[in-house]
């Protein structure tokens, strides 16, 4: 069992950036998903078991994951926000690598982004 704990979440402008953080564990295989009302759960970014990044098409050359194996975290740094990108962000792990799809074992609790024009 892992817990994981998303902290960044906030409100911005469009055009801005932020920065999310998923407290984990190295153990297992993350990535972020998001939320918005009224819209199923998309998965945006993960890291593949080869170290390569996986992206949306919806935040590919704007949003960018990261992960300190030190430091349990998983890091997702968004820029060029605009309102679509408004939505609940979900930090989620699984023993074998997922990609974007919302099969995942564990996942946080989420934070909430929220852009205005």
């Known amino acids: 069992q892992v817990q994981l704990v998303e902290s960044g979440g906030g409100s911005v402008q469009s055009g801005g950036s932020l920065r999310l953080s998923c407290a984990g564990s190295?153990?297992?295989?993350m990535a972020w998903f998001r939320q918005a009302p009224g819209k199923d759960r998309e998965g945006i970014a993960a890291?593949?078991?080869?170290?390569?990044?996986t992206y949306a098409d919806s935040v590919k050359g704007r949003f960018s994951i990261s992960q300190e194996n030190a430091k349990n975290t998983l890091s997702l740094q968004m820029n060029s926000l605009t309102p679509d990108d408004t939505a609940m962000y979900y930090c989620?792990?699984?023993?074998?690598?997922?990609?974007?799809?919302?099969?995942?074992?564990?996942w946080g609790r989420g934070t909430q982004v929220t852009v205005s024009s």
């Open positions: 190295s153990r297992y295989y």
């Open positions: 890291i593949a078991p080869d170290g390569r990044p």
């Open positions: 989620a792990a699984h023993e074998y690598y997922a990609g974007l799809n919302p099969t995942y074992s564990y």
